[in-house]
């Protein structure tokens, strides 16, 4: 019991350092002319795609048994089911943005280029009046997006990233 209180003190300790040394956050001034600082939700994506208790209940070196109803697993899974379609803000990367005669190829070529290269990355190819732009990505914060950005860095020279509505991270 008391190795598993110090692992959540030492999670709820990292987690606040963490979030006090973030780079980006939203300033709000109120009425009152108070400033507060507000700062974006974080993701752990060490636990992305796995579920918890079953993590607990493979740890050998745990004295931690866990169990998790029937009713809390499908009402998680219904849960998930309801909001796969649901739309977030959230950000991508720009890698073509072109309104010449051949835009509408080259953006296609571009797109499907990107896709062989990176196939776990999703890739969104658009028209609006009089532009075609091809924009990747579901990145829930713009640090992550910078931080992919950087992986792109010499491949699409005029690369941008841009705040959009996005899918909604699979869980």
Request: charge should be positive; glycine fraction near 2%; hydrophobic fraction near 35%.
């Amino acid at each position: 019991m008391r190795r598993f209180l110090l692992l959540i003190v030492s999670i709820l300790l990292s987690t606040l350092s963490y979030a006090q040394s973030a780079e980006s956050y939203t300033i709000e001034i109120t009425e009152s002319g108070d400033t507060i600082y507000i700062l974006p939700p974080q993701l752990d994506s060490t636990m992305l795609g796995r579920d918890i208790v079953s993590v607990i209940n493979n740890d050998l070196t745990s004295d931690i048994s866990v169990r998790q109803s029937d009713e809390i697993r499908s009402a998680f899974s219904r849960y998930k089911r309801a909001n796969s379609e649901r739309k977030i803000v959230g950000y991508r990367i720009r890698i073509f943005f072109d309104n010449s005669q051949d835009a509408r190829v080259r953006s296609s070529e571009v797109a499907s280029e990107f896709t062989h290269t990176f196939p776990s990355i999703r890739v969104y190819r658009n028209y609006t009046n009089p532009y075609f732009k091809v924009t990747v990505g579901d990145f829930r914060t713009k640090s992550d997006a910078l931080k992919f950005k950087k992986t792109l860095e010499g491949l699409y020279p005029a690369m941008f990233v841009v705040k959009e509505y996005i899918n909604y991270p699979a869980l």
